[in-house]
């Protein structure tokens, strides 16, 4: 075990045990997925009125049918993101390298090369876990993720350690501002997953989102505003199980002027739509990411 992670020694079994079954190779691993879904969506029913939810006003043009399908592919899904993200604890570098994919690197290491932060939009879809450890084995400048601690211990720990272990760097949210500030003339790439409710009193972006009014976080957008940083949006697409492709679309490049274009927050809503269409079943459907009303008067983007 790790001594630099301190945690209470009522979970060193716990620990052990996970980093044990992290050295399964994957193929295993998808077994113990298959149980799982078993479990979580048969037996327990984890969140399955949340989720049926969510799909049937995302997608009101789909049969019962259709989303009674998805449901059940979201939760195959779900639990082998659970089992690789397990797995990420003890993955070599080069088993990353051979499931991740970048096809247009390029124009992340164009910006990059001018010696720009560079800001990724993501979303919490197909293995949102492995893009970070990905790019710090794949690229040749540090890879950063914004991160909110989680408020067990334990599992703090154990996450910290696994999303870093391959190089990636960490940011905790709160000092994201003094981050950037303090770095902001350091060539690297910073990935948000920017697609998370906000609390209700920090809302101040609405818009129109799977045919309903949602709010999003503008964090990425003032970071880019105030530094000068080119933003890309993270399109992850699931390729077979275990291989991702990873591709970056253009949000912004930080320094044109686009008093007449839409918002980057709005361009960054659109693109996540057109993904999350393409391939409904690899979202994250068990938040209610829609618990928030618009309050009467609020501008909406579209």
């Known amino acids: 075990m790790d001594k630099s992670i301190k945690i209470p020694p009522l979970y060193y079994p716990l ?54 399908q998805i449901t059940k592919d979201f939760y195959k899904q779900f639990m082998d993101v659970v089992v690789e993200t397990l797995k990420l604890r003890s993955m070599s570098a080069a088993e990353m390298d051979r499931r991740i994919t970048f096809p247009n690197q390029e124009l ?47 599992f703090d720990a154990f996450m910290l350690k696994t999303r870093s272990q391959l190089g990636a760097k960490l940011i905790k949210m709160k000092d994201t501002l003094r981050d950037f500030a303090a770095n902001r003339n350091q060539p690297r790439v910073v990935a948000m997953l920017s697609d998370q409710t906000p609390l209700k009193s920090e809302i101040t972006f609405w818009t129109t989102f799977l045919h309903q009014d949602t709010p999003f976080y503008e964090g990425a957008e003032k970071l880019a505003t105030r530094f000068g940083c080119p933003v890309l949006f993270l399109d992850v697409k699931r390729t077979s199980r275990g291989h991702y492709t990873l591709t970056f679309e253009l949000i912004s490049d930080g320094t044109t002027a686009a008093l007449d274009q839409p918002s980057i927050t709005e361009i960054f809503a659109r693109k996540l739509e057109a993904s999350l269409c393409r391939s409904p079943a690899d979202y994250l459907w068990t938040h209610k990411r829609w618990k928030h009303k618009r309050p009467v008067g609020a501008e909406v983007e579209r």
């Open 15 to 68: 620990w052990l045990l996970l980093k044990g079954l992290s050295i399964l190779p994957l193929s295993v691993l998808y077994l113990l997925s298959g149980f799982l879904y078993f479990v979580v969506y048969y037996v327990v029913g984890y969140r399955k009125k949340v989720v049926v939810n969510n799909l049937r006003n995302a997608f009101p043009e789909k049969t019962d049918a259709e989303i009674h």
């Open 108 to 154: 992340l290491d164009n910006f990059v090369k001018q010696g720009k932060t560079v800001i990724t939009m993501g979303s919490h879809s197909a293995n949102w876990e492995w893009v970070l450890s990905a790019g710090a084995v794949q690229f040749n400048f540090p890879a950063y993720g914004i991160y909110k601690p989680l408020n067990n211990p334990f």
